[in-house]
């Protein structure tokens, strides 16, 4: 059974830093997704790795997946305080394929 | 842009009380699921279906039932409200083809059971 875990799962970090995200999968999974979640709110799709090596960005954000190691990271580039949310990694687990996540990192930028 | 829809966004209902939860999504998924979330919380998967008449309780034990008549419509019933219920319902659909599993989600229904 696949088993997701994220770490850290709080982060405070100060706006201009650079940080990373990391996401490990127990079990082979096809595919890593990225998600955001602000509070309150529902959950809004980042990014979609396919494959082994591939690497996606948008603004200040840039994932990665790597298979081999089973491991996906969430860099995040000059944080600026719009970005403060909590950010979920979801891998596609079992014999039904369901999106399996983990507990989500709590990303907190302060001036 | 998703186009999933649940209503109603907020809910607060006495104990012992029906609520039924509405999902909708206009996009021809096949497959829709019902996932939990307790405030600041990871994501449990409660219930899925992979099509009409078909529907799968998910990971996690919930006192909730769903149907599928049409694609478009997976609705969340509780029989019987109670105050361990409270928490956030959130509805998400996806293709049902393995190699394209992305999900997406509505706005969620935040429930409270007094």
């Known amino acids: 059974e696949l088993k997701v875990e994220q770490n850290p799962l709080f982060l405070s970090m100060q706006e201009g830093k650079n940080y990373t995200i990391y996401c490990n999968y127990s079990?082979?999974?096809?595919?890593l997704y990225w998600y955001r979640q602000d509070p309150g709110k529902s959950l809004e799709s980042l990014f979609v790795?396919?494959?082994?090596?591939a690497v996606k960005q948008e603004g200040r954000l840039m994932a990665s997946l790597d298979t081999k190691a089973r491991l996906s990271t969430l860099h995040i580039t000059a944080a600026v305080h719009d970005l403060s949310a909590t950010y979920f990694c979801?891998?596609?687990?079992?014999?039904?394929?369901?999106?399996?996540f983990g507990k989500g990192t709590k990303l907190s930028v302060k001036p | 842009e998703a186009d999933i829809y649940q209503t109603p966004r907020y809910l607060v209902i006495g104990t012992g009380k029906k609520i039924t939860l509405e999902c909708s999504q206009t996009?021809?998924?096949?497959?829709m699921y019902w996932y939990q979330q307790d405030p600041g919380m990871e994501l449990h998967l409660i219930h899925y279906?992979?099509?009409?008449?078909?529907?799968e309780k998910g990971d996690l034990s919930s006192e909730s039932t769903v149907s599928r008549i049409r694609t478009e419509h997976f609705p969340l019933t509780l029989e019987s409200a109670r105050p361990s219920h409270t928490s956030q319902y959130l509805c998400?659909?996806?293709?049902?083809?393995?190699?394209?599993?992305?999900?997406?989600f509505g706005q969620g229904t935040r429930l409270t059971v007094v």
């Open positions: 790795l396919l494959s082994n090596g």
């Open positions: 998400a659909s996806s293709e049902f083809d393995r190699m394209n599993t992305e999900a997406f």
């Open positions: 079990t082979t999974s096809d595919r």
């Open positions: 279906s992979y099509g009409v008449n078909s529907t």
């Open positions: 979801a891998g596609v687990g079992g014999s039904q394929g369901n999106l399996i």
């Open positions: 996009m021809g998924h096949d497959k």
